[in-house]
């Protein structure tokens, strides 16, 4: 299947590293204008020289800015107005006891990682729907179906994601833009290799530690490993491509098999 984006901008947020850098870059193999965002202006400039290595000849955008915010939203939009596909991908996580997360605490995961999306739905959607064409995702979690014990806020606002795509794709219905979530499951990244250093030994080799964190705390998992973010993005690249204009307003899976589910 050759799925082209050729003509077609892409932002994904939060692309820096980790799986919003790999959905950037496998935006940009599919032909698409692709902006690179995150807070930092020098981490920016780091991807996009990483991106252009791996993909010679991408066309690639420095878009940095804090989504989080409603200043930065709009100061991204101002930097790209136009924008045919966006992925809402950034995102925080971290262990805590159900008990000691504070209000404060609730606040700023909601802020993240349900209102950033929200803002930037907002923003780029009705351009969508007056040209016809756009494909809007957010990057949830298998947290959002089964909450983690150690970090209910986390699978909580990935929850309330659920409910936000399905509300946007029944606005965007009927105008050629499709609205999707995608259920990633736990996955390889720098972060992550924190948060199972959090949860195992740090004196454990990684490969063991990996999978002593998977068997004791991701044991529904049927892949039996951790996840590798290009793996995320292939997904959502199929999502952002003309061969998926039937798929909307679904949580689609990608997630090893971790939700013990038969339906997506």
């Not at 045919?84 to 606040?107: H, Q, Y």
């Not at 007056?130 to 979690?141: D, L």
Request: glycine share 10%; charged share 20%.
């Amino acid at each position: 299947m050759h799925l082209d984006l050729s003509g077609r901008t892409a932002l994904v947020t939060g692309s820096t590293q980790g799986i919003g850098e790999a959905i950037a870059v496998g935006l940009a193999r599919a032909g698409a204008r692709t902006a690179v965002n995150g807070r930092r202006p020098d981490a920016v400039r780091e991807a996009v020289a990483r991106l252009r290595e791996a993909v010679p000849g991408a066309d690639v955008v420095a878009a940095p800015g804090d989504v989080s915010t409603a200043e930065g939203a709009s100061a991204l939009f101002d930097a790209l107005p136009v924008v045919d596909v966006l992925v809402n991908n950034v995102g925080i996580f971290g262990s805590r006891p159900a008990l000691d997360i504070t209000d404060d605490e609730w606040r700023r995961y909601f802020e993240v990682n349900v209102l950033a999306a929200v803002r930037l739905t907002r923003t780029y959607l009705p351009g969508m729907r007056e040209r016809g064409w756009g494909r809007v995702q957010y990057i949830a979690s298998d947290s959002a179906v089964v909450i983690p014990a150690e970090m209910i806020h986390y699978g909580v606002s990935k929850t309330a994601l659920l409910g936000v795509s399905r509300g946007f794709a029944k606005e965007a219905a009927g105008s050629g833009v499709t609205v999707n979530c995608v259920l990633a499951g736990p996955t390889h990244t720098g972060g992550v290799e924190d948060f199972v250093y959090e949860l195992v030994d740090r004196s454990v080799p990684w490969e063991e530690a990996q999978r002593e964190f998977m068997r004791l705390h991701r044991p529904q998992s049927l892949l039996g490993r951790l996840i590798e973010p290009e793996e995320i993005a292939n997904l959502c690249v199929y999502l952002a491509s003309p061969q998926a204009s039937a798929t909307t307003g679904a949580a689609v899976r990608v997630d090893g098999g971790y939700v013990d589910s038969i339906v997506p």
